[in-house]
């Protein structure tokens, strides 16, 4: 599986129709894998929204991924769910899911790692590399040799700071508002990928 591009939407401030137009950009630009992160809306309105998120990314072939709501994945027909630490355990929705289903999960130590792929998870967020709680390039080195599962960067990470995760076993970003936000969505992720390129070499695809 690609992780090179990781995008988490979130449509805080768009129209339905607006929201879904730049998913579309997004992903026909060379977004990899989609996360949709909705906050304090009622399950039925996520539940639709992740039909219709869905409908595109599957026109791309591109994965789509519920944060933290596994019910709406379910019920959505989605590819996996990202579960946060104080949700349920990665092993339990790996009985409910089946082996098919894609499942992250949060990690920044090398417990936290180990324990993520031994309860069957297909793949780890680690950050955030820029913030009030980043992670420094040495430790993200350590957690993410100490697993096979692919580790996926995130925070506050955009064209001009990737190489911030050069040469510590990343295999893929996730970015948000660098996205979402830009006036030329398609130019935008064009030009984070030709930086992963760079940066990451081959390592970032998925073996």
Request: charged share 25%; aromatic share 8%.
């Amino acid at each position: 599986m690609d992780f090179t591009l990781y995008l988490v939407a979130n449509s805080q401030g768009f129209s339905d129709d607006v929201f879904c137009a730049k998913i579309e950009e997004a992903v026909r630009s060379g977004v990899s894998v989609v996360e949709l992160d909705e906050k304090n809306i009622p399950s039925l309105d996520y539940y639709k929204k992740a039909m219709r998120v869905r409908d595109i990314c599957y026109s791309y072939s591109v994965p789509l991924i519920i944060n933290d709501r596994l019910d709406v994945a379910l019920a959505a027909g989605c590819d996996g769910v990202f579960l946060n630490g104080d949700g349920i355990p990665v092993k339990r929705a790996r009985e409910i899911m089946g082996a098919s289903k894609i499942i992250g999960v949060g990690a920044k130590t090398i417990p936290e790692a180990s324990s993520a792929q031994l309860d069957g998870a297909n793949y780890f967020r680690i950050g955030p590399f820029f913030g009030d709680d980043f992670i420094t390039t040495h430790k993200a080195l350590g957690v993410t040799s100490s697993v096979k599962i692919p580790a996926i960067a995130y925070g506050g990470l955009n064209e001009e700071n990737l190489d911030i995760i050069s040469d510590v076993g990343i295999r893929g970003f996730a970015v948000s508002d660098v996205i979402m936000h830009s006036d030329n969505i398609t130019m935008t992720v064009w030009q984070l990928k030709r930086r992963a390129a760079e940066v990451m070499g081959n390592s970032y695809s998925s073996k």
